[in-house]
């Protein structure tokens, strides 16, 4: 089981950046596929999730408004859509999946796991 996250770069701020999951080696259909960052010197944190099997959607506060998550099941492909990025978006994003479903569970590191190499994205100001 794989997954390849692909899509980082530099951007400046105001810009935008799709970022791209591939999975491949088994199908997530009924699992939480989401977005984590690192920031350096920081800890992982959650920034959006969606739910396979029922499309539902969480955001951490920060990215509300700003970023989407998506997926296509044909392709077995997540993506995330983030507009308006800042210089505090920047980090190194990873994608992961999760048998998990609840908010409390899916918004949680420990939760996931498969994960795949991250892509970084630099916001400059």
């Known amino acids: 089981v794989q997954l390849q996250a692909s899509g980082g770069g530099l951007v400046q701020d105001g810009g935008s950046l799709r970022l791209s999951c591939a999975a491949s080696?088994?199908?997530?259909?009924?699992?939480?596929r989401a977005w984590f960052r690192q920031a350096p010197g920081k800890e992982r944190e959650f920034v959006a999730a969606?739910?396979?099997?029922?499309?539902?959607?969480y955001y951490t506060d920060s990215v509300k408004g700003r970023f989407t998550i998506s997926g296509d099941n044909a392709k077995n492909t997540g993506y995330l859509q983030m507009n308006s990025l800042k210089p505090e978006d920047t980090a190194v994003y990873y994608c992961?999946?999760?048998?998990?479903?609840?908010?409390?569970?899916?918004?949680?590191?420990?939760?996931?796991?498969?994960w795949g190499r991250g892509t970084l994205v630099t916001v400059s100001s």
């Open positions: 992961a999946a999760s048998a998990y479903s609840s908010y409390a569970r899916v918004t949680q590191p420990s939760a996931y796991i498969y």
């Open positions: 080696g088994r199908t997530f259909r009924s699992y939480t």
């Open positions: 969606i739910s396979w099997s029922d499309g539902s959607t």
